[in-house]
């Protein structure tokens, strides 16, 4: 088959027609798994797809060898950004035309990623349902962990008095990073410049347990960590407590060693699901631990 498109680095001049392939490539995979009783597919809103443009300029500017897309005469087919922090590389997107499948541009794309995370001895993605790509990614060495979502409007009744939780700002950029070196073996490090000033920060600093999360503007984590379960704990019932009263909240990305998350939400009336996959190379499961879907 004659090859009619090329790979390149990514600009920041792509990030407008990245954002857009992606919504249409992820809708698609949405609409091809979606089961009965789960959430029906939607595009981005505007204000999601500011926010995706704004994280994907983000991975432009401090990983040009890790962000690449397939272009071919009609434009963007194809696009992967990755990540490397610490000694871990992180796939925070990937995604190919629908129309454009099957041609050998994702391996190509997730080809040009990897290399990026030459010399790291960890790697992370958290992985759609998409058939296609969960099978590129083993064919990678990933390990794949099935993951579970729990969504819903929390029973505020059921909310428990957490105490000595504060809010977070980008002073507690050291603390962040401590804890995730201890829980993930990887600093966020840059990522949490972009972080701090797009989410809610809570931050739990006691001689028991450190951690904090990143809240979502229904409720929930956006990402989670802690030194233990009890102040995980904490940090995951205050971000629930941020929910509007009539708000549908998530926690996603949830592997079997999150059952302590699980409970939680099952305590607080969100419906569970299965949803994905938490792709690892020479890693287990960070634990306590929710993930980012982008930056992990």
């Known amino acids: 088959m004659a090859v009619d498109y090329y790979v390149r680095r990514m600009r ?55 962000c690449w897309i397939a272009e071919d005469r009609t434009g963007v087919i194809g696009a992967a950004a990755s990540i490397r922090r610490d000694l871990t590389w992180i796939l925070s997107a990937f995604a190919v035309r629908p129309d454009r499948q099957g041609r050998g541009v994702g391996r190509q794309l997730l080809d040009a990623a990897l290399a990026h995370g030459s010399g790291c001895l960890r790697a992370m993605l958290a992985a759609s349902d998409d058939p296609g790509a969960v099978r590129r990614y083993r064919l990678a060495g990933f390990s794949l962990h099935p993951t579970m979502a729990l969504r819903g409007t929390v029973d505020r009744r059921l909310l428990p008095v957490v105490e000595r939780v504060r809010e977070g700002a980008v002073g507690d ?20 410049e972009l972080l701090v000033a797009t989410y809610r920060l809570v931050v739990v600093d006691r001689a028991t347990g450190t951690g904090y999360a990143y809240v979502e503007p229904n409720g929930g984590p956006h990402l989670l960590a802690a030194t233990n379960r009890r102040t995980a704990a904490d940090l995951l019932w205050e971000s629930l407590a941020s929910s509007s009263p009539d708000a549908s909240s998530a926690i996603r990305h949830l592997t079997p060693a999150q059952e302590w998350a699980v409970d939680i939400g099952l305590a607080a009336r969100m419906e569970l699901d299965t949803e994905g996959y938490l792709a690892l190379r020479s890693m287990k499961p960070p634990v306590p631990y929710i993930p980012s879907g982008h930056f992990l």
């Open 173 to 192: 950029v050291d603390l962040m990073n401590s804890v995730d070196r201890q829980v993930r073996d990887a600093a966020h490090g840059v990522d949490h």
């Open 12 to 66: 920041e001049e792509d990030v407008t027609a990245v954002e857009r392939l992606t919504d249409e490539a992820f809708y698609q995979v949405d609409v091809r798994t979606h089961r009965a009783g789960s959430p029906e597919p939607t595009h981005r809103s505007e204000q999601k797809a500011l926010s995706w443009r704004r994280r994907l300029a983000h991975l432009v500017h401090h990983d040009p060898d890790g």
